[in-house]
């Protein structure tokens, strides 16, 4: 027990800033505290251990909710993730559990021999192994940090609302900015792949025509071709969360699809009250972006799977067999056909 080392219950303005930044997905894949034994305050055997994820928001948001408390705080390395997404990997599991236990001196601790595990946690470690293991029993806390608390005060019974996940429009809104940065980069390579491609076909296809057109103009005629992706991008990140309860469809990438079709259609409606009826061929012209948009649409909503209640391991992975293979055929159909148009368009630019 001597080996712990000492941890703040409160929140410091860097603690703050670290948050801020890994929600906006800024160095979250180091933002870690070293696996190990730490107390908070100056407890002794008769004190909880609780039992948490190296991901330094996690160990954070812990140490917070025991504000005021003597506790004993075990960090296990899960290689900086957090505790659900550790427990699927098999990282926040039985195995690790007991090697924390054994290495860090817990096992002379005399009494009260109990850890309070994260509920979200169950699912990579077995309490009766590590009971075996260590003598120690094992007890599931709150979904929520903030519970611990009310659990602690009511003899660690858990209520119904402490055991529930939720997904609740905050909680959606919380992870837009990390997806929106994570998605920055893919998008704009993307972006710059498809229009280089464009503005070489229209350039090839003028060649046949008594007029070459320049390069300045193709490669803005096909740049403007394909931007329409990443505003799709972008508002599928941020609309995809916030409505996510009332899109129509259980699949999440059936969600996507139908989020970008109707995004696709109140421009539509937009476009005919400013400027009249919209003709067939203004029509037409939307149905490439149809299977390319709402097939990038559909892969991104599939980011959102992990973090909801509403899904499976299994559900997701058999959802995921069947969706990709239409999210690539629905983008190269829509790449394809506006490649083609500025191939055919291409002389008369």
Sequence with gaps: MTRA????????????????????????SSYTLEPGLYKLGDPTDEDLVFVTANYKLSVDHL??????RNAWILVLDTKGINVWCAAGKGTFGTEE???????????????????ILPQLGAPGVSAPAVERATGFRVIYGPIRAKDLPKF???????????RRVTFNLIERIVLIPVELVGLVK???????????VGTLLALVSSLFHTTPVSI????????????????????????????LPVLPGKA??????????????????????????????????????????????????????????????SGVLKEMRIAIPFQAGGFLVGTFWLWVDLFIKGGNL
Excluded at 63 to 68: E, I, M, S, Y
Excluded at 152 to 162: C, I, K, N, R, V
Excluded at 186 to 196: A, V
């Design 5 to 28: 080392k000492p941890l703040s219950d409160t929140w410091t303005w860097r603690d703050y800033w670290g948050a801020f930044k890994v929600r906006w997905g800024i160095g979250r």
């Design 186 to 196: 893919p998008s704009l390579l993307l972006l710059g792949f498809l229009t280089i």
């Design 252 to 313: 999440f990438a059936c969600k996507g699809a139908a989020l970008s079709v109707l995004g696709i259609g109140v421009y539509l409606v937009g476009m005919q009250s400013l400027y009249g009826a919209s003709s067939l061929s203004s029509i037409l012209s939307l149905v490439p972006y149809v299977f390319l948009l709402s097939s990038i649409v559909s892969f991104l909503a599939l980011n959102f799977t992990g973090s909801t209640p509403f899904t499976s391991l």
């Design 97 to 115: 559990l007991i090697h924390r236990i054994e290495t860090t001196g817990l096992l002379g601790k005399k009494a009260k021999r109990i850890l």
């Design 63 to 68: 140490r917070k909710a025991l504000r005021g």
């Design 152 to 162: 602690l005060d009511s003899g660690l019974e858990a209520t119904e609302d402490m």
């Design 216 to 243: 300045s103009k193709s490669l803005w005629v096909a740049f403007y071709t394909f931007l329409p992706i990443l505003p799709a991008a972008f508002l599928g990140v941020i609309l995809f969360p916030i409505l």
